[in-house]
Nanobody
Framework: VQLQASGGGLVQAGGSLELSCAAS????????MGWYRQAPGKERELVAS???????SYAESVKGRFTVSNNFVKRTTLLQMGSLRPEDTAVYYC???????????????WGQGTQVTVSS
C-alpha cells in the first residue's frame, strides 16, 4: 500500500497551499484519514483528521485556517491551508487508518511526506 502525497512547496506568510494524498489500493475498511506534520527538532503532531462519518478534528494552532476533506470512494484526502505562518513550516505526512482486507486488524498507513515552507 502506498500513500502518495503532493502539493507542498514554498509560500509566503499569509499565502495558501493545498495538499493531497491518494492511496494506491482500495481499502476494505477505512476509518479515518488525516494529516500530521513534523518540524525540525520537534515531534510529529496531528494537524487535522476526518473520519468516515465526516467528523473533523484540528490542532488548535490551525483551526480556522486549515480544512481537511476526503473522498473515501476515491481514497483521497485534501488539506487546504490558508493564512499560512512561518511556524507552519514542516514536513507534512498523510495518514490513513484502516485495513486493506476484511478481517485484518486496522493499522496506520503513512505517506512519504511533503515539505511545506512558509517564508516571513
Amino acid at each position: 500500500v502506498q500513500l502518495q502525497a503532493s502539493g507542498g512547496g514554498l509560500v509566503q506568510a499569509g499565502g495558501s497551499l493545498e495538499l493531497s494524498c491518494a492511496a494506491s489500493v482500495m481499502f476494505a475498511s477505512l476509518d479515518s484519514m488525516g494529516w500530521y506534520r513534523q518540524a525540525p527538532g520537534k515531534e510529529r503532531e496531528l494537524v487535522a483528521s476526518i473520519t468516515a462519518g465526516g467528523t473533523t478534528s484540528y490542532a488548535e494552532s490551525v483551526k480556522g485556517r486549515f480544512t481537511v476533506s476526503n473522498n473515501f470512494v476515491k481514497r483521497t484526502t485534501l488539506l487546504q491551508m490558508g493564512s499560512l505562518r512561518p511556524e507552519d513550516t514542516a514536513v507534512y505526512y498523510c495518514n490513513f487508518y484502516g485495513n486493506t482486507w476484511y478481517g485484518a486488524t486496522p493499522r496506520d498507513y503513512w505517506g512519504q511526506g511533503t515539505q511545506v515552507t512558509v517564508s516571513s
